[in-house]
């Protein structure tokens, strides 16, 4: 299970105008922002960023400061591999460690949606523990030993919720290294991906080999 919500792209007018800053071409620019406030690539804007998106990283740092804000949440496990992308990326998270015996446990706060029958009702079982436990340590002086009976029980399925900032040129890496990965979180984050302003110009549009005059 994952979701994804109060996605933001920001900077995109800074980032285009930096892109012509090689070649003094700021003159050429031609997007504007649409009545809802959304800054929509005029033809020379859209043109110019998709070669350079096609040339390569040297060439396209522009990317780098079109900027995305999104709430994920996810299962544990499924963090563990996104932590993996630590170039341009910030994220603050629900705590687990001060946080955890704040509101009573339930089955919908842990990922089962792809559980077999038997595992599910196991699962409940185990959420029904650490339920009891949590209640022992609120009613009991919030003794450590309870405490790291929580922490230590808690399935990696356990979802948490994190505020992500990243870029565009890192969601290109994410995207192509991460589109065929066995976890169905993971394609559903790369059509979230796919889903972005302009994604399908700047971060699925495949490279061209040897570059290209810019």
Known sequence: MISLDHTSVMNLENAMRGARNPLNSWGRMDSEYDAEG??????????????LRRAGSDHRKFMRQILVSVDITAPI???????????????????????????????????????????????????ERLEQIRLRYMENGKKKEDWYDLIQLLPESYNQLRTCTLNYETLVNIYYARRAHKLEEWHTFCDWIAGLPYAKELIIAEERTGGENV
């Open 38 to 51: 959304n800054y929509i690539l005029g033809p020379n804007d859209l043109d110019l960023a998709v070669r």
């Open 77 to 127: 496990y499924w963090w563990k591999e996104y932590d993996t992308y630590k170039i341009a990326t910030v994220a603050n998270s629900t705590s687990t460690m001060h946080k955890i015996h704040s509101r009573p446990f339930s089955i919908d706060d842990f990922s089962h949606d792809h559980m077999t029958a038997d595992t599910l009702a196991y699962m409940r079982t185990v959420v």
